[in-house]
C-alpha cells in the first residue's frame, strides 16, 4: 500500500468522519431504543387498562350474578308464603305478598336479560314474567272483589308457581356448584 | 290536615274529572314526584288545585287512590277506591265512585302513553290516502 501524500490533515479527517459516522450510528441505536421503550410502555398500558377494564366487567358480572341468585331465593321463599297465605284464604298477607312476589319477579327478569348475568333457562324467564302478570292480576282480582277468595281468584297462576319454584331450585343447585367462569357467564 | 269527604261529593268530583278528561279539558301528566315512574298522573289547574291519581300498590293496578292537592302539594283530600262488582249495581257511592275512579285512572294512563293521539294520527294518515283515490 501506498501511503505517499496522505497529510495529518487526512488522517485527522478520516478519523473525525469515522467518529462522527460512531455517533451517528450510536444516535440512531439511541433513537431506536427509546422508540421501543415507548412502545413496551404503552403496550403495558394498554395492558393495564383492559386487565382493568376485565376486572371492572368481572366485578359487576359478579354483582349481578350473586343479586340474581338472590332474588331468586327470595322469590322461591315468598312463592312458599304467598301460597300459604293462599290457602288460608288471608286476604291482607295475600295481597301483600302478590304484590312484593310481583315486584320481586321484575327485578329478575330484569337482570336476566342483562347480558353479563349467567343465562338462565328461557322456560323460566318466561314464567317469571307470566307469574309477575298474574300475580298482579290475582292481587287486583283480590282487591275488587266483596267477598275476596284468594284460592279461587289464585287458581291459574298456582301452577306456574308451584313449576317456578322448581325450576328455581334446579338453578339454585346448578349456581351453588357452578365454577367462578361459568357462574360469572364468561 | 285531609279534609273527609262523602261519599257523593267524591262521586261528583270523579264524574266531573271523567267527563272533562274525556272532553280533552284537563291536561294529565306523569306525576314526577311519585316512586314509580308511569304510574302516577296529576293534572294542576290554575286555581292552584291538583289531582293526582296512581295504584295504590303502583303496579298499574286496583286499588286507586285520588288526591287532591292545593298549592301543588299539599293534599287536601283523599279518596281510596273499594271494592264494588264488576258492572253494577252499586250498594253505594263510594262503590260508584271506585269503579269511575278505576275507569278514569286507565283512561288517564292511555292518554299519558299517547296512544290515542297515535291511534289519531295513524287514522288520519290512513283517511289521506283514502281521500287520493280517484273513485
Redesign the interface.
Known sequence: MDFTGITWLDVTMAVITIVGLGLTLLGLWWTWRQARDAKDTAARAETAADAAKKAVATTRAQLMSRDLVNELRLIRETIKDATRAIEDEDVPVSKHLL?QM??MMHRAVALAKDATTPSIPEDMVKDLQTAATSS??V??AI????T?KPSVSAKDLSPILVRLSSSIVQYETIQKYAAPEAANGN | MAINLQGEEWLSLIQKLARLTSQGSLTWGEDEDAPASGMAFRVDLESGISYIVFPEDMDGRFPFVLVVAEDRSREVARFRTVSFAEGGPFDSEEEEASALLSNLYLNVARLVSGAPQLVQRLLADLDSLDRERPF
Open positions: 304484590v310481583a315486584e298482579s292480576a292481587k287486583e282487591a275488587k272483589a266483596k275476596p
